[in-house]
């Protein structure tokens, strides 16, 4: 009994304490409110009886829908009972290797939607995947190496450099820590933790007393109580908002939908409308009638749609991915197209996500660095003028300390690619004595160093000694510039230190969004050979200031600029400082004069936001909630949003966004996950060459179904006007299944090779919420079907008065809708730009091959024995062909006059 109710007065406890602004209390209450020792920790039996009562320290495994049940679903689709039903009535009618062609279209798209679906379970793997495997503990006061999974509240965790952070940890002890929390918050650099408490009201990236699981040490230790642990955690709380965000259908998904609902009820009415007339005006025999309408209806129904569909997204896709854009989703190829905003981190996807030195200033010189990341390469300027660095008084021993008061190390592999071992600020200052010229192979041996006081917050400096083998002993110091300005006496050339000059200079890079560190140096004598903490006295000389920041990638500028020519609006969203924010901002051509913060978010309500969101370009000190609630303000407006990242913390924000963007190289699996669009390399310019083979896509399908639908209607609109004028048939339901799939596998399949329409970047956006048939695009399709149904019925009655056969009739019937098809070809290359230019035959090598598959394929038709018996097609002469031709040819005219009169009008696209 007394087992029982301690066990339910844990639980109580547990739950009480839930939810507790943790950062705000001080240690000692902490350890209270926990029952835990700060040294001994928990003993093994308390920590037993708390993970069963708390459970593991892992995410659980969603409730996954059997994959049966799935795999049913994918046919749970108005395109595909449209699908079903063409199979059914080309089956009906003895055409078996269509109907099985169609039904293969049907499985093929059910498998790849299968093979697409759980993203949502998957995201929530690779979150899962972020908690590290093991963790240095104090239980019964000894340090153990458990599994990170047997954690629990209470428990006390070693944390060094190097750790994965197992769990969520209110530090009770720091010595030199600084954590890379670039996954969970944006935070683009080290954040250095001490114990203190902080505000209760501080957000996340501002509790500096807290460690969060999945972050990484990345220099000091700690000791730390667990204070969250499996869900509870903010990496839980994450996954949590992962698993609620339902993914939205893309736009083109949506269209398609919308249009195979249309197209089926207009089928259907036109059918019934067709079957009553004929049996109850026209008083035809009922069997023959139920034939010409099952005829009507495969002739109308575009079953060629959903395969042309996938087939030119599944060359998107190819193009896409030679382009470094990996697509996790076929749809999405389209949907970027039709992007009217980008919500975009700025951590690594705008900038590198490498601290780089831009800044230098000197005693009398204000010097900017070129070039970005850790890879050796750019130079020095003054007011734009490049400068050998040598020649400025000062600069080779400012150099020297950025490279020996250093413990960072750059390495050059075998990719050519420069990486990092170490802090990212010190890693700027070993770029840029590398820069200089001065490399740790020749300065290191040089000057050895002989002893070190590191870096510590409390102390805001580091200090090495070193020597030169000639018996000159020098003190290097780096640091806060406040605290090394109070260490010097001078400056370099020996002139008294002069403060104004200096602080101004550290006014301008922090208003820059730089991050400010002071150098200097001290003789020290030859007697001793170390260094205490006391004997760190106002003695230095100050050799300058460094001035670093994680700058914009330069192709990101171009990119951006790109994108907003085309009419789409970027959107920086990130959880760095909002000053840090704007300067990046203003450097990649965002609006920067206006910078919203999470807590101005936070105090917004869901219409104030809307309003925000439309205005403004930077968001600084975003967390999930806070990007989630922005695409939804932006969502309700009718934006199609794209949103990019590379930590777990975008992760529910790329689901949420219509598309999803992650990084492929410094990106979490969890953002990878959960996006639609993964880009290998890292690059936000790569999305604007993304955008435009997007745009090309969607353009692309439109072509294919301008193409398309105008055929299936002329075919459908001449067995219509054959019953309502009382009339035999020019086709038979064979010959246009016939026609059917040869043009589908042809014509419409060329236009999926088309390459860009000029000037497509200079357009904007095509609205979200504009249907796959435009106004203007069935016009033209009306247009076209009446010229077609015009020309076919007009060479059937030509060869029917000059005494031909009904075979011979049908049989040019049939030839008049492909060569109408095949002019038409020509025409829809171009939306309403002109085809009188050598371009429009050579262009595109694959209309050529087509167009010649498809006059073989024709000339089979009519010339041998197999398809005179398949299809009851009969030879034809001279003459036919002349007048066919002839027809053929005043369409191309006819549809290039309409053409004329959309570019008159200014309609640029359909």
């Known amino acids: 009994m007394e087992n029982d109710a301690a066990k339910h007065d844990e639980k109580s406890t547990g739950k009480s304490l839930h939810g507790l602004a943790w950062h705000a209390l001080p240690p000692d209450e902490i350890a209270a409110l926990w029952k835990t020792s700060k040294q001994s920790g928990l003993t093994a039996q308390e920590a037993a009886q708390r993970l069963s009562d708390f459970g593991e320290n892992c995410l659980p495994e969603p409730v996954r829908r059997a994959a049966w049940l799935r795999f049913l679903l994918q046919f749970h689709n108005p395109l595909i009972y449209v699908l079903l039903l063409a199979g059914s009535v080309t089956l009906a ?9 169609i039904l293969g279209v049907v499985v093929i798209n059910a498998v790849i939607g299968f093979v697409q679906e759980g993203k949502a379970e998957r995201a929530l793997d690779a979150v899962r995947g972020m908690l590290a495997a093991r963790a240095a503990v104090v239980r019964d006061g000894e340090r153990q190496h458990i599994d990170a999974a047997q954690l629990v ?3 006390l965790v070693l944390l060094e450099s190097g750790d994965k952070i197992p769990a969520d940890l209110r530090l009770i002890h720091t010595r030199n820590l600084q954590v890379i929390e670039s996954a969970l918050t944006g935070e683009s650099a080290p954040v250095e933790k001490e114990s203190a408490a902080v505000s209760q009201q501080a957000n996340l990236a501002d509790r500096t007393n807290m460690c969060y699981s999945g972050t990484l040490v990345s220099y000091g230790q700690a000791q730390g109580i667990v204070v969250a642990t499996g869900v509870l955690t903010e990496i839980g709380r994450i996954g949590a908002m992962v698993s609620d965000v339902k993914s939205l259908v893309t736009p083109l998904t949506r269209r398609l939908d919308q249009f195979a609902r249309q197209i ?17 005006i026209a008083q035809l025999p009922l069997f023959d009638l139920f034939l010409a309408v099952v005829g009507l209806a495969v002739a109308a129904i575009p079953e060629g749609m959903p395969a042309i569909v996938t087939i030119v997204l599944a060359i998107g896709t190819r193009v896409m991915a030679r382009k470094k854009t990996i697509v996790r989703r076929l749809p999405a190829v389209e949907t970027l197209g039709s992007v009217s905003v980008i919500c975009t981190d700025k951590t690594g996807t705008l900038t590198r996500n490498e601290m780089t030195a831009v800044r230098l200033v000197l005693a009398g010189f204000e010097i900017t660095v070129s070039g970005a990341g850790y890879a050796p390469d750019g130079g020095f300027h003054i007011n734009g003028v490049s400068i050998d660095p040598a020649a400025i008084a000062g600069f080779e021993d400012l150099a020297r300390c950025a490279l020996l008061c250093n413990d960072a190390r750059i390495h050059h592999d075998a990719a050519d690619n420069w990486t990092l071992t170490g802090d990212p600020t010190e890693g700027a200052l070993m ?71 200096w602080e101004a200079a550290v006014t301008r890079a922090a208003q820059a969004g730089e991050r400010v ?45 790109e994108c907003h020519s085309a009419g789409v609006r970027v959107k920086m969203v990130t959880g760095d400082h909002a000053i840090t924010a704007a300067a990046i901002g203003s450097q990649l051509g965002l609006v920067s004069g206006r910078t919203l913060t999470g807590d101005a978010i936070e105090n917004l309500d869901d219409s104030a936001l809307r309003e925000h969101a439309l205005t403004t370009d930077i968001f600084a000190r975003a967390t999930p909630e806070h990007k989630l609630r922005l695409i939804t303000a932006l969502q309700s407006q009718g934006h199609l949003v794209a949103m990019t990242g590379d930590g777990v913390n975008d992760a529910p924000a790329l689901k949420a966004a219509d598309i999803g963007v992650a990084m492929g190289q410094k990106g979490t699996d969890a953002a990878r996950e959960a996006s639609d669009l993964v880009l290998t390399d890292d690059n936000f310019a790569t999305i604007a060459s993304a955008i435009r083979e997007g745009r090309v896509v969607y353009d692309n399908i439109k072509k294919s179904l301008m193409h398309m639908l105008p055929t299936n209607g002329g075919e459908a609109g001449v067995i219509l006007l ?28 060329a236009l999926a090779f088309e390459p860009a329409e000029r000037g497509v970047m200079t357009l904007a956006p095509r609205p979200p919420g504009e249907p796959l048939i435009t106004q203007a695009l069935g016009l033209r399709i009306l247009f076209v079907i009446v010229l077609m149904v015009a020309a076919t019925f007009a060479i059937f009655n030509w060869e029917l008065q000059r005494g031909s056969s009904l075979e011979t009739a049908r049989t040019a019937a049939v030839n008049m809708i492909v060569v109408c098809e095949l002019f038409y070809l020509f025409n829809v290359r171009h939306f309403t730009a002109h085809a009188f230019r050598l371009e429009t035959l050579r262009g595109s090598p694959a209309v050529l091959l087509v167009s010649g598959i498809l006059i073989v394929l024709q000339l089979a038709f009519t010339y041998t024995a197999p398809m005179h018996h398949l299809f009851k097609s009969v030879a034809l002469d001279i003459h036919s062909w002349a007048a066919i031709l002839s027809l053929g040819l005043l369409l191309f005219l006819c549809v290039e006059a309409e053409k004329t009169f959309l570019r008159i009008a200014r309609i640029d696209r359909l």
């Not at 259907?268 to 049996?279: D, E, I, N, S």
């Not at 406040?482 to 008294?496: D, M």
């Not at 004598?525 to 000389?541: G, K, L, M, Y």
């Not at 054959?722 to 399949?749: D, E, H, M, R």
């Open 517 to 561: 560190l002071a150098l200097a140096q001290a003789h020290w004598t030859e007697n001793r050979q170390d260094i205490e903490v006391s004997d760190i006295a106002p003695r230095f000389e100050l050799l300058g200031l460094v001035g670093i920041i994680d700058p914009p990638r330069e192709e990101a500028i171009a990119a951006v600029a």
């Open 431 to 501: 770029t840029l004595a590398h820069k200089a010229g001065m490399e740790p192979s020749g300065a290191a041996p040089q000057w050895p160093r002989v002893d070190a006081i590191p870096f510590e917050s409390e102390r805001q400096y580091m200090v090495t000694l070193n020597h030169d083998h000639g018996g000159r002993h020098l003190l290097f110091l780096k640091g806060a510039p406040e605290r090394v300005f109070s260490l010097c006496k001078t400056q370099s050339g020996g002139t008294a230190i002069d403060r104004d000059y």
């Open 722 to 749: 054959a019953i309502f004028a009382g009339l035999p048939l020019p086709v038979t339901a064979g010959q246009i299944l016939w026609v059917n799939t040869v043009t589908s596998v042809t014509l419409a399949l």
């Open 264 to 280: 089926t009820a207009f089928i259907l009415g036109v059918a019934a409308v067709t079957l009553l007339y004929g049996y109850y």
């Open 153 to 155: 509240p209470g428990d």
């Open 93 to 101: 009618l003895g055409g078996l290797v269509d109907a099985l062609v």
